[in-house]
């Protein structure tokens, strides 16, 4: 293959490798946690480890607006309430459109004496419309894990 064709063929690999639909996504009512909200609808499970807890999921755009820049935390806390861990996921692409899904994994590496009693989730994103003078919407929820 010449050079000339191997910049564009090394495009359209990488183009196509970061593409995902929301066919492709696992479907919402497999997962045995969710949280919905006007904004944002989130279905979860965790999987507990000895180095820590995956929290995998769909996050679901329910706004009338075109989003950008989501960003999901996690905080796992114990029986009192006391954080043991946290993580957070940086949604890409970018923007969502309206009613658009993607997917999330969120890695908690914290040792587990004992199994997490609750999540504590924190979302942040702003208006695509707004444009960089926007200002953040967020919302805090609790979930099991």
């Known amino acids: ?23 492709s996504l696992r479907p919402a009512d497999t997962y045995p946690n969710k949280y919905e909200f006007f904004d944002f609808a989130f279905y979860w499970k965790t999987t507990v480890g000895a180095n820590g807890t995956t929290i995998d999921g769909v996050a679901e755009n329910r706004t009338y607006y075109y989003i950008h820049d989501l960003e999901l935390a996690a905080t796992l806390l114990d029986d009192g309430g006391t954080p043991i861990g946290a993580g957070t996921f940086l949604f890409f692409p970018n923007q969502f ?23 504590r989730f924190f979302y942040r994103y702003y208006l695509s419309e707004e444009r960089m003078s926007g200002t953040a919407r967020f919302h805090t929820f609790y979930g099991s894990p």
């Open 1 to 23: 293959m010449h050079a000339r064709h191997l910049v564009p063929a090394l495009m359209l690999l990488l183009t196509a490798a970061c593409a995902q639909t929301t066919g």
């Open 97 to 119: 459109a309206i009613g658009e899904r993607a997917a999330f994994s969120i890695p908690v590496r914290a040792a587990m004496a004992t199994k997490p009693k609750t999540i």
